[in-house]
């Protein structure tokens, strides 16, 4: 689409030079680190396709996007000429979380703060930038609420210069690729043809120009030696040693410093989390306490119990956590509110760390002299078409245990970046050479997206999996073999898991002794059988469902979306949540039923409305919900009857059809969990109810907007 035509610009001033550089700088919003995946892959697309003309050249860099108000409202950043105008670009992605919410690292106040202040005044020069947003369709009129929100409020305040390109949509959901898939679309039709407007004389390089692109992003230095040296110019002095069924776990308990700062770089800075140092005069102000620390707390699993029958498909578990608190920790109450969310970062199998050690280039493990040996890791000196990670790898660290417990050996540990990554790692000579080199590109295009759908999204292979495949890289000893520095640049870092805590820290999880405490989380198993046969299981269920003992890992304490009103005035809750979303319901029920037996000023009724497939499959703590007080139980059971029944059903039937209208009618919360299909058909069927009796939708709308500006109506899906 060459049509397309930049915005005007505002006159040129004089400039002594004209720049020789095209700066495009990435801004990311993401807690689990999909944006910096499309980042990269958009770094590659354009370093690899776009030729610029001479003497251009591309600068590529990537920051956070609560960065994103600084770097626009700078004055180096308000171009005064016409040269310097079209040579820097701001690229945008933004995901949303939950029903249309920003993610926590958009919450600082170095972004929120000026950036929709009212006072805040539009920039005077007219600047390049874009938008790509993220999200799931299941969410309805939220999918990608926050990207179309800050892309509202971006052209409000470059009023005479709006995007360059049109707003770009990804979708989870997106058949045969996701929103990896919509992103490259949106590359291809507006924004590399917007770049090529900017820039006259702009083309495309053919594809074979991928070949050698280098990944090299890490220097590496021998721990004895103690100085800085690219392992890469060393010679190897000793043969890869033999590798045993089973290398022995070197990491020792407790877990190394190396590998929790390691895991405080991969929350975000700005990620609200739960202080358990803070101090504070009460535990109430020390509940409600969040700052910005990413240090990581220790835990160990308490207990792991199956709440599903054993014949039925879907093995559910009722998993608790002991963390451990520091010494400094100053109440006995511990430092979340029921309805919080844990973080639990897993560690992957010694199975699957042996097989990728067998299938990586023997010079690898050769130059360190054994997988078991440590080494440091130290950031290469960043170049002009190289992103800095988002993260930090463990160091010092033997790359055993950096495969154990750091990098995504998982299914969700491989994208289009890394399979494109890959590729420059074939050996052309070998027999399989050419025919993986073009599967590897082919899977990253949308003309290979339905291959891309078959071979990771359905089979969900992971990175193990495709060096077994390929074995022409892994047999690849030519001037483009894998070095160590490239491994670590293709391994994506193992993200921290959300888990809704199941408990109440009022009635469960009293601080002990030993300055520790138990949450529960309810944890369906993540695992399957592809239909090419090939068994599958998510990264932290295979965790939970190995013999942990006291082995500890990483977690993270985090708000919720639910406000804590047992102590406001009273109020009924209405709870509705499906399968295991009523983790957070039940610790918020627990908690109030608690309060309700000491205080009879909060024995108001509570509704929970409950749904799931079989009453005596997966009616998740049923003997338990009985013994809360003043708690009733609506329950719709989807398999045990001819019809199907949904929990859309039960509240339009239950109480005549009045009861979200009377419950509202007594000032009552309404708390929504669950997933995100559901959860999008709850909200457009109480909108639907409170239509009819309120005057149309737009009043209602406005109600429900009001009611989640007060804290007293929220939804939490996935």
Not at 252 to 264: H, Q, S
Not at 470 to 491: K, P, R, Y
Not at 666 to 687: N, R, T, Y
Request: glycine fraction near 6%; proline fraction near 9%.
């Amino acid at each position: 689409m060459d049509s397309v035509q930049p915005p005007p610009l505002l006159p040129p001033t004089p400039s002594s030079s004209p720049p020789t550089t095209l700066h495009i700088t990435f801004f990311v919003s993401s807690v689990s680190g999909r944006t910096q995946s499309l980042a990269k892959y958009l770094e590659r697309h354009l370093t690899a396709y776009l030729s610029l003309p001479e003497p251009l050249k591309l600068s590529l860099s990537l920051s956070p996007i609560s960065a994103l108000f600084e770097h626009m409202s700078k004055p180096q950043s308000r171009n005064t000429n016409a040269h310097t105008h079209a040579h820097t670009i701001s690229v945008i992605l933004i995901s949303t979380t939950g029903q249309g919410n920003f993610n926590p690292d958009t919450t600082a106040p170095s972004f929120q703060t000026p950036m929709f202040s009212a006072t805040t005044p539009p920039f005077p020069t007219p600047l390049n930038w874009c938008l790509f947003a993220t999200g799931d369709r299941g969410y309805g009129a939220d999918f990608c609420a926050a990207g179309r929100k800050l892309y509202a409020r971006l052209s409000q305040l470059t009023p005479t210069a709006p995007s360059f390109c049109p707003i770009g949509y990804g979708d989870a959901r997106t058949p045969n690729g996701g929103a990896m898939k919509d992103l490259h679309a949106w590359a291809e039709s507006h924004l590399v043809p917007a770049i090529k407007a900017l820039l006259p004389g702009t083309v495309l390089k053919p594809l074979l120009a991928l070949k050698h692109t280098t990944v090299e992003t890490l220097q590496l230095m021998q721990r004895e030696q103690r100085t800085e040296r690219d392992l890469a110019g060393q010679n190897a002095t000793s043969p890869c040693p033999d590798l045993p069924t089973t290398l022995p776990l070197s990491t020792p308990l407790p877990l190394p410093t190396p590998l929790l700062a390691f895991g405080a770089s991969l929350i975000p800075s700005h990620t609200p989390i739960i202080s358990p140092t803070a101090t504070s005069p009460s535990p109430q102000s020390l509940i409600g306490a969040f700052y910005t620390s990413r240090t990581p707390l220790r835990a160990t699993c308490g207990g792991n119990t199956r709440i599903t029958p054993a014949d039925w498909y879907q093995d559910t578990r009722n998993i608790t956590v002991s963390v451990q608190l520091p010494p400094s920790h100053p109440h006995p109450s511990p430092p979340y509110v029921a309805g919080d969310v844990l973080l639990v970062l897993p560690r992957n199998s010694p199975t699957a760390v042996t097989k990728l050690l067998t299938l990586l280039p023997k010079g690898i493990v050769a130059k360190l002299g054994g997988a078991d040996k440590q080494f440091f890791i130290h950031p290469k000196q960043q170049q002009e078409t190289e992103f800095e990670t988002e993260h930090r790898w463990p160091s010092p660290t033997s790359l055993y245990d950096l495969l154990l417990s750091a990098a995504d050996l998982g299914y969700t540990g491989v994208d289009h970046d890394t399979l494109l990554s890959l590729s420059t790692f074939v050996e052309l000579s070998h027999p399989t050479g050419p025919v993986w080199y073009k599967k590897l590109h082919d899977l990253t295009t949308p003309d290979g997206a339905a291959l891309y759908d078959e071979y990771l999204g359905r089979d969900k292979r992971s990175i193990v999996d495709v060096l077994f495949d390929a074995q022409c890289i892994g047999e690849n000893e030519g001037s483009n073999a894998m070095t160590l520095e490239d491994l670590l640049a293709v391994l994506k870092p193992m993200r921290p898991r959300e888990y809704s805590i199941a408990s109440s820290p009022m009635v469960d999880s009293k601080v002990g002794e030993d300055n520790k405490f138990d949450v529960d989380l309810c944890v369906a198993m993540k695992k399957g059988r592809s239909k090419n046969g090939r068994n599958w299981q998510g990264g932290c269920s295979r965790f939970f469902n190995s013999d942990l003992g006291d082995e500890e890992f990483l977690v993270w304490l985090r708000r919720g979306s639910f406000v804590r009103v047992l102590d406001q005035e009273p109020r009924p809750v209405l709870c509705i949540g499906a399968g295991t979303g009523v983790a957070p319901l039940r610790g918020i029920l627990r908690e109030r039923a608690r309060g309700k037996a000491s205080d009879e000023r909060l024995a108001c009724k509570d509704v929970l409305v409950y749904g799931s497939r079989k009453k005596t499959a997966d009616f998740y703590y049923d003997e338990e919900w009985p013994t809360l007080n003043h708690l009733e139980v609506l329950t719709a059971f989807s398999q045990d009857q001819a019809e199907k029944i949904y929990v859309t059903k039960v509240i339009e039937e239950a109480g005549g059809g009045d009861l979200i209208v009377n419950h509202l009618a007594d000032k009552g919360c309404l708390f929504i969990a669950g997933g995100a299909k559901m959860a999008s058909d709850v909200v457009a069927k109480i909108k639907e109810m409170l239509a009819s009796r309120a005057g149309g939708e737009a009043v209602a709308e406005s109600y429900l907007m009001k009611m989640k500006q007060k804290g007293l109506f929220a939804v939490e899906s996935w």
